[in-house]
């Protein structure tokens, strides 16, 4: 995910200018017109508006599948962020005008509520990404995940090394921090930011507890081994709260793309009834 502020501002905000556009237009549109049978959803221009509405609508689902294929690319996906927060935000105040601010107990409104849903968890979404520091976002691309994770590999050639020639605690405990360590897992594991069984604590605190009396070389080895597994233990910590991070951030998209789906389908049961009924 690229920062807010890039996208947001995309070309000067271009997308902010065409969703302001179309909506005075439509304003314009509602205010002017006096149709015969008083302002509605079924009056010629209320016809427009829903046309506009639901275009804007598949148009966002449409994109939102087919970002996928070039999410590598970062310059598009501005582009494409940049118009579904704008265009998805002013829906909020276009349908009403569609429907002559009528709303009821029916699949009409259950349509513009389910996208209302899809809308505001967007804003929250477009919120957190504004709130959190740029350090934890750009973890989101995994650069800083990936290095982390291979220093991690690293230290665990290291430890592997310095455990050599000690007696066999030691390499048990390397085994149990290099075996035992888990990073991500179920959304519920990456929420909590800890692991009460994570391998590397255990290893750490076994090494700390160990009764066995070493001289000389070895003695400086195990030196060199806590200090490896405490260095770790530090790198595991950190690596658990950017994930935890990141999981929090996307959480609002488990509200966000059903209700998108589910909005989709009340859309078409809504213009299958207005059809079939008028
Ligand atoms: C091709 C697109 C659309 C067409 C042809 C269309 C057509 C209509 C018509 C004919 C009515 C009047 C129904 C009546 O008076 O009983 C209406 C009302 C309404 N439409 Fe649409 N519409 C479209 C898109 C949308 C979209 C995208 C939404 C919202 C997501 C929406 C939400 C509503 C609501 C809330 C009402 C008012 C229902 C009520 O009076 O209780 N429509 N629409
Ligand atoms: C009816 C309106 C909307 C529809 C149908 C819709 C639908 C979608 C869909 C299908 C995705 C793709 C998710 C994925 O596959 O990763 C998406 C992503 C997204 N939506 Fe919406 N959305 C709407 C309105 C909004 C609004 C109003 C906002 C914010 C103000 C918003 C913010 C976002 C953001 C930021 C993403 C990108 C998430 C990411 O790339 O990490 N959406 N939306």
Same mark, same amino acid.
């Given at each position: *995910?690229?920062? #807010? ?7 000067? /905000?271009? /997308?902010?200018?065409? @969703?302001? &556009? ?12 006096? #149709? ?24 966002? *689902? ?12 970062? %310059?598009?996906? $501005? ?16 349908? #009403? ?17 389910? *996208? ?10 477009? +919120?957190?990404?504004?709130?959190? #520091? ?12 990936? &290095?982390?994770?291979? =220093? ?8 592997? *090394? %310095? @455990? ?38 255990? %290893?750490? !605190?076994?090494?700390?507890?160990? !009764?066995?009396?070493? +001289?000389?070389? &070895? ?12 260095? $770790? ?6 690596? =658990?709260?950017?994930? =935890? ?19 989709? @389908? ?13």
């Amino acid at each position: *995910m690229i920062g #807010p502020r890039t996208f947001l501002e995309y070309q000067n /905000y271009r /997308y902010l200018k065409v @969703a302001l &556009a179309i909506f005075f237009l439509s304003l314009a549109a509602y205010v002017f017109d006096d #149709p015969p049978g008083g302002r509605s959803g079924s009056s010629w221009t209320g016809y427009g508006l829903g046309t506009i509405a639901a275009a804007i609508i598949f148009w966002l *689902m449409w994109l939102g599948v087919r970002k996928r294929d070039y999410a590598s690319a970062g %310059a598009p996906l $501005k582009g494409w962020t940049s118009a579904h927060v704008y265009l998805g935000t002013m829906l909020i105040f276009l349908v #009403p005008l569609h429907s002559a601010f009528e709303f009821g107990w029916n699949v009409h409104t259950l349509a513009y509520v389910l *996208m209302l849903v899809v809308c505001f968890s967007g804003i929250l979404g477009v +919120a957190f990404y504004a709130l959190v #520091p740029t350090s934890i976002t750009r973890n989101r691309n995994n650069i800083t995940l990936d &290095a982390m994770l291979e =220093r991690i590999a690293e230290i665990d050639a290291e430890c592997r *090394m %310095a @455990a050599d020639g000690l007696p066999d605690y030691y390499a048990q405990a390397v085994v149990t921090s290099i075996d035992e360590t888990r990073i991500g897992g179920s959304v519920r594991a990456q929420l909590s930011g800890h692991d009460p069984d994570c391998g590397t604590s255990l %290893a750490l !605190k076994s090494l700390r507890m160990s !009764k066995i009396d070493l +001289a000389g070389d &070895a003695k400086e080895q195990e030196r060199k081994l806590v200090e490896l597994i405490a260095r $770790k233990e530090l790198l595991l910590k950190q690596i =658990r709260r950017d994930v =935890r991070f990141k999981s929090l951030l996307d959480l609002w998209l488990i509200v966000h793309v059903p209700f998108a789906f589910a909005t989709c @389908a009340a859309l078409l049961v809504h213009i299958f009834v207005v059809f079939w009924y008028h």
